[in-house]
């Protein structure tokens, strides 16, 4: 079974550091990794979209990598801003080729002005 | 564009009582879920669809239902409400890619309260 682990649960930053978030799966054979952004009350937001082929993916400041041999992704954000904080999800396949995804719990950001 | 919209956002219910939350997609996807978030659970898949006429149960499908008559809308029926189903339910779609799912597009979610 598909497990994913997002940590820290929470990540507070001063505006204009870059930042790491963490993602860890348990099952490599995955079909594509995806990145997500929620705000308060908010639906999730698509952010980047990894296949399993690739190794990164780049977006303005953010940038996804994907190393699937240890089960990892990372999302790198460049001169965090205030705007930046939100709950952060990861989510992947269950098996390569499966319509159903397992999500992360997130990790909620605060970037402090 | 108007992508995911789910109705109704907010719904209060008493035990026992029944209710529709419906999804409606414009994108022409094939794939769509019916999600529920708690704090500290994160989401988890309830059911989910391929295509029209087809459904399939997720990680907890237990007091739910769905029905995906027409491809543009997914629904999600309770039964008999219970206050454990108190949550906010999240509905999403993709289209397919190479075999699986593509891009995830949600909904601004729905909250249910039982009483």
């Known amino acids: 079974k598909q497990e994913v682990t997002q940590i820290p649960a929470a990540l507070s930053v001063p505006e204009g550091e870059n930042l790491v978030l963490n993602c860890s799966f348990t099952d490599s054979a995955i079909y594509n990794l995806q990145w997500f952004r929620q705000d308060p009350g908010k639906g999730l937001t698509s952010l980047l979209l990894?296949?399993?082929?690739?190794r990164e993916q780049t977006s303005g400041r953010l940038n996804a990598s994907l190393d699937k041999s240890s089960g990892r992704s990372t999302l790198y954000i460049a001169a965090s801003q205030p705007g930046d904080s939100a709950t952060y999800l990861c989510?992947?396949?269950?098996?390569?080729?499966?319509?159903?995804?397992?999500f992360g719990k997130g990790t909620k950001l605060t970037v402090n002005p | 564009n108007a992508g995911v919209t789910q109705t109704p956002k907010f719904r209060v219910l008493k035990t026992g009582q029944s209710m529709t939350l419906l999804c409606a997609q414009d994108?022409?996807?094939?794939?769509m879920y019916w999600y529920r978030q708690d704090p500290g659970m994160g989401l988890r898949l309830i059911h989910y669809s391929v295509g029209e006429g087809t459904t399939a149960k997720g990680e907890v499908p237990d007091g739910y239902n769905v029905s995906r008559l027409k491809k543009q809308n997914f629904l999600l029926g309770l039964e008999s409400a219970a206050p454990s189903q108190t949550s906010v339910y999240f509905c999403a779609s993709t289209a397919r890619q190479r075999g699986g799912p593509g891009e995830l597009f949600f909904g601004e979610g729905s909250r249910l309260t039982v009483l």
């Open positions: 994108m022409n996807h094939e794939y």
């Open positions: 990894i296949q399993s082929s690739q």
């Open positions: 989510a992947v396949d269950t098996q390569g080729g499966s319509e159903k995804l397992v």
